[in-house]
């Protein structure tokens, strides 16, 4: 069923994704195979992965608290002279392993990103990174499950209901030392260059394609948040390619650059639904 649902998708930044699907994931809800060496070949070829726990740190809870809404992140600062330019969260057996994707239209030498993500069991978790000379470094953890099956858990909302506010956004902004007021990145804290960190909050369903609805019992169609484009100040900063894997109204936090006055979000779906937000920031 899952498979001919996203046999039905087939833009172009799907392709990656939905091939991982369709040919992993039935091995991986076998639980007898290591998925990684298969992933990894897909995405890079023959490419050198570095061991990359000098660059990138990887923060992942030990065991989730809840399954379906699990907070995942990492902080990447590049080595000296070089900067970060496309950074990947795999989660190894989630039915759709490339969980999220962000590429960054302007490196940075230093990147941070969180994003709920639904955790169907048990499974490696791999943060690659990629620099802007094109090497390729890696980080490996683990994050233990209730092992329910979260990507095919009931949806948390009324299917029908969630519609009437899909795409709504918000944007706030956290300085590093987790402040929330927009006052205290005026000044100083602008002029150093330092970075902020940027929280998108995403009203959209999330649907996984393996979900039914709890009354028809009927599979309710695969709907997720597909591509978010990120503009600071008029010119395009990152986009976030994203999967079955985001939460129900997903959660993203990344680092932007505390000079930012203007923010621009669009957000586009796999059933082409487009929306938009700005947030300005105050002025110094």
Same mark, same amino acid.
């Given at each position: 069923?899952?498979?001919?649902?996203?046999? *039905?998708?087939? $833009? %172009?930044?799907?392709?990656?994704?939905? @091939?991982?699907?369709?040919?992993? !994931?039935?091995? =991986? #809800?076998? &639980?007898?195979?290591?998925?990684?060496?298969?992933?990894?070949?897909?995405?890079?070829?023959?490419?050198?992965?570095?061991?990359?726990?000098?660059?990138?740190?990887?923060?992942?809870?030990?065991?989730?608290?809840?399954?379906?809404?699990?907070?995942?992140?990492?902080?990447?600062?590049?080595?000296?002279?070089?900067?970060?330019?496309?950074?990947?969260?795999?989660?190894?057996?989630?039915?759709?392993?490339?969980?999220?994707?962000?590429?960054?239209?302007?490196?940075?030498?230093?990147?941070?990103?969180?994003?709920?993500? *639904?955790?169907? $069991? %048990?499974?490696?978790?791999?943060?690659? @990174?990629?620099?802007?000379?094109? !090497?390729?470094? =890696? #980080?490996? &953890?683990?994050?233990?499950?209730?092992?329910?099956?979260?990507?095919?858990?009931?949806?948390?909302?009324?299917?029908?209901?969630?519609?009437?506010?899909?795409?709504?956004?918000?944007?706030?902004?956290?300085?590093?030392?987790?402040?929330?007021?927009?006052?205290?990145?005026?000044?100083?804290?602008?002029?150093?260059?330092?970075?902020?960190?940027?929280?998108?909050?995403?009203?959209?369903?999330?649907?996984?394609?393996?979900?039914?609805?709890?009354?028809?019992?009927?599979?309710?169609?695969?709907?997720?948040?597909?591509?978010?484009?990120?503009?600071?100040?008029?010119?395009?900063?990152?986009?976030?390619?994203?999967?079955?894997?985001?939460?129900?109204?997903?959660?993203?936090?990344?680092?932007?650059?505390?000079?930012?006055?203007?923010?621009?979000?669009?957000?586009?779906?796999?059933?082409?639904?487009?929306?938009?937000?700005?947030?300005?920031?105050?002025?110094?």
């Amino acid at each position: 069923m899952l498979a001919r649902l996203l046999a *039905r998708r087939t $833009g %172009p930044r799907l392709t990656l994704a939905l @091939g991982l699907t369709i040919s992993l !994931v039935y091995p =991986a #809800v076998a &639980g007898a195979e290591e998925q990684w060496p298969g992933i990894r070949e897909h995405l890079y070829g023959a490419r050198l992965i570095e061991a990359g726990e000098r660059m990138i740190t990887l923060d992942v809870p030990y065991r989730s608290g809840n399954d379906a809404r699990t907070v995942i992140g990492a902080t990447l600062i590049a080595p000296a002279g070089r900067s970060i330019r496309t950074v990947t969260l795999v989660l190894d057996d989630n039915p759709m392993p490339v969980s999220a994707v962000f590429r960054l239209a302007r490196p940075m030498t230093r990147f941070a990103f969180e994003a709920t993500l *639904r955790i169907n $069991g %048990p499974t490696p978790v791999h943060i690659v @990174g990629e620099l802007d000379n094109g !090497v390729l470094q =890696a #980080v490996q &953890g683990f994050v233990k499950t209730s092992g329910m099956g979260a990507c095919s858990a009931p949806p948390g909302s009324d299917p029908k209901a969630a519609l009437q506010t899909l795409g709504n956004m918000e944007i706030s902004i956290n300085d590093q030392r987790g402040a929330s007021d927009d006052v205290l990145l005026s000044g100083f804290a602008r002029l150093r260059n330092q970075q902020v960190s940027m929280n998108l909050k995403i009203s959209h369903p999330s649907h996984s394609g393996m979900q039914r609805d709890q009354i028809s019992l009927l599979f309710i169609p695969l709907r997720y948040v597909e591509t978010l484009e990120i503009d600071l100040d008029g010119h395009r900063f990152a986009e976030v390619t994203g999967s079955i894997s985001l939460s129900e109204n997903p959660e993203i936090n990344l680092s932007i650059p505390a000079s930012t006055q203007v923010i621009d979000v669009t957000m586009t779906d796999t059933d082409r639904t487009v929306a938009r937000k700005s947030h300005r920031l105050t002025s110094y």
